[in-house]
């Protein structure tokens, strides 16, 4: 992709799990600052979609409130986050975004970004990446 193939400026997503059940106001607070600054930009809360997947699963929901659970959860976990990530950087493709920002509020989402931005990477390879 070229320079002037962009869509928008600035893609936002919030990285799971947090343990909430509502929107996270950081991300909506950097969105509205960049356009503010006059910047085109798109949000899209994945700790909330992914909580959305998993909400009608009561045994697997303590993950987003833990930091680990059992073997016998774990593959199940595994598989609906690999849906939720490959539904996740389909978004952000088809928005082709210059800047992609992924915000992070704790050591334990580091456990779907090292799943997500390998992925992402190979996927959107003209976009730039943003952690924090």
């Given at each position: ?48 979609d992914f909580f959305h997947r ?79």
């Amino acid at each position: 992709m070229r320079e002037g193939e962009f869509l928008i400026d600035l893609f936002i997503g919030a990285i799971p799990p947090v343990g909430v059940t509502a929107p996270l106001p950081g991300p909506a607070l950097v969105c509205a600052a960049a356009k503010k600054a006059g910047l085109s930009t798109k949000q899209f809360d994945f700790n909330l979609d992914f909580f959305h997947r998993i909400k009608h699963r009561s045994e697997l929901i303590e993950w987003m409130n833990i930091d680990s659970f059992g073997e016998d959860r774990s593959c199940d976990m595994e598989t609906l986050l690999d849906d939720a990530i490959e539904s996740w950087i389909q978004s952000i493709v088809k928005a082709r975004p210059r800047w992609v920002g992924l915000s992070i509020f704790s050591l334990r989402c580091f456990t779907v970004l090292d799943r997500l931005l390998p992925r992402l990477r190979k996927a959107y390879p003209s976009g730039r990446i943003v952690i924090g």
